[in-house]
Every structure is written in C-alpha cells, then in structure tokens.
Nanobody
C-alpha cells in the first residue's frame, strides 16, 4: 500500500528526492516516515512527519535531508542533499495512524528503493 520511487545512483555531494505514494484515503491522519537499511546493517530511522507536520530527523541526516508531505496527493517526500557514501541503503517508506507520534493500529511498509552514493 506504500510505493516508493526516486532511488538511484548519485555521486557524493549530489541530491536525490524520494517519493512515497499511498492509496489510503486516511493518509492525512497518518504519521509518515523514512527508514533505511544498509548492507549488513539493521534498518534505521531516517525521518518522520506527523499528521500536523511535526518533524524529527536522525542526527546523521539532520541539516541534509528534508521530509515533507502533500496530503492532497497522498504523498510523502524525502529530499536528500549533500549525499555521502554512508547514505547508501535501501530506503523504506513507513506509515501508521498516530496521535502525535504515538502509533495506533497497523504499521505499513513499502518495498523499498535503493539509493547508492558513489565516492
């Protein structure tokens, strides 16, 4: 129910924009987030945005990545700037109904999109 796009190969210092679209009609009430999983590592939090657009970022991406949402398009975006080789990972979209960031009910995941940053 969550479909990511926008991954690819980029040089260090470059930018990419990831998109995640959902067909859920209750999108505006959902907390939407991005996670990533690098080869051989556990999945880790990247950024999230609540239904009232409160945002949090992982320290590793703060100041470089920007998350935003477009409720009219049921879409969440992740603008990634100043990319580093260590940002290489599969990026997953995540969504759940929440109050603030507290989850109620089912958590949904996309299948992921690969981002590769070359040095």
């Amino acid at each position: 129910q969550l479909v990511e796009s926008g991954g690819g190969l980029v040089q260090s210092g470059g930018s990419l924009r990831l998109s995640c679209i959902t067909s859920r009609i209750s999108f505006s009430t959902y907390v939407m987030g991005w996670y990533r999983q690098a080869p051989g590592k556990q999945r880790e939090f990247v950024a999230r945005i609540s239904s009232n657009s409160t945002i949090t970022y992982a320290d590793s991406v703060k100041g470089r990545f920007v998350i935003s949402r477009d409720n009219a398009k049921n879409m969440v975006l992740l603008q990634m700037n100043s990319l580093k080789p260590e940002d290489t990972a599969v990026y997953y979209c995540n969504g759940y109904y929440g109050v603030g960031f507290t989850r109620f009910g089912t958590e949904y995941w996309g299948k992921g999109t690969l981002v590769t940053v070359s040095s």
